[in-house]
């Protein structure tokens, strides 16, 4: 047999193989999980909208899913401390101090609700259940006080989708808090 026409035969059969293993080309059963949060529809939208979450095997134990989910929380996070200070730094509008103050404040805190959110993952791939929660709260407690400092001048936020995107952390944190109490 010609070596094209064997390579050929070769990628044919390993896709046939493949197509009698649905789970290996599945993604997912997200909703499951994301059942037993508060924001279901946020749980399971950033877990589809997210890059990492499309290479979960579908037999994914729950404390894998979370772990994803953690990561998708911390990049968020991150996107929020960079919108934070580039609105300090490069915003359409002059900031009052106060506000910048406000604005250095809160994202002070998103910062420290990423470090506790590493925290978390360390907990739970040491299985410290009791550290998994205590971080976890410590980063909602964070997330809401930013919430707090920029609702304390919201009429003069030139950008209130900043404000919607502190909340939309709190609620991802939220949801991490929810799945990690379904492992006990």
């Given at each position: 047999m010609n070596?094209?026409?064997?390579?050929?035969?070769?990628?044919?059969?390993?896709f046939i193989f493949l197509s009698f293993f649905p789970s290996l080309n599945a993604a997912p059963d997200i909703t499951k999980i994301c059942e037993k949060v508060r924001q279901k529809d946020l749980c399971i939208s950033s877990y589809q909208e997210s890059y990492i979450?499309?290479?979960?095997?579908?037999?994914?134990?729950?404390?894998?899913?979370?772990?994803?989910?953690?990561?998708?929380?911390?990049?968020n996070a991150s996107d929020v401390s960079r919108n934070?200070?580039?609105t300090v730094l490069e915003g359409p509008v002059?900031?009052?101090?106060?506000?910048?103050?406000?604005?250095?404040?809160?994202?002070?805190?998103v910062v420290?609700?990423?470090?506790?959110l590493d925290k978390?993952?360390?907990a739970m791939e040491s299985r410290n259940r009791?550290?998994?929660?205590?971080?976890?709260k410590?980063?909602?407690?964070?997330?809401?006080?930013?919430?707090?400092?920029?609702?304390?001048?919201?009429?003069?936020l030139p950008n209130k989708e900043q404000l919607e995107q502190v909340i939309m952390l709190k609620e991802l944190l939220g949801n991490v808090q929810d799945i990690v109490k379904t492992f006990g």
């Open positions: 070596p094209i026409m064997n390579n050929h035969a070769l990628v044919l059969s390993f979450g499309r290479y979960v095997p579908d037999n994914a134990e729950p404390e894998v899913i979370a772990l994803v989910i953690i990561k998708i929380t911390v990049n934070l200070k580039t002059p900031l009052t101090p106060e506000v910048q103050v406000k604005y250095g404040l809160c994202d002070q805190e420290s609700a990423m470090k506790e978390v993952r360390t009791r550290s998994e929660k205590l971080n976890l410590a980063a909602v407690a964070n997330t809401e006080n930013c919430e707090k400092e920029l609702k304390k001048v919201e009429a003069q």
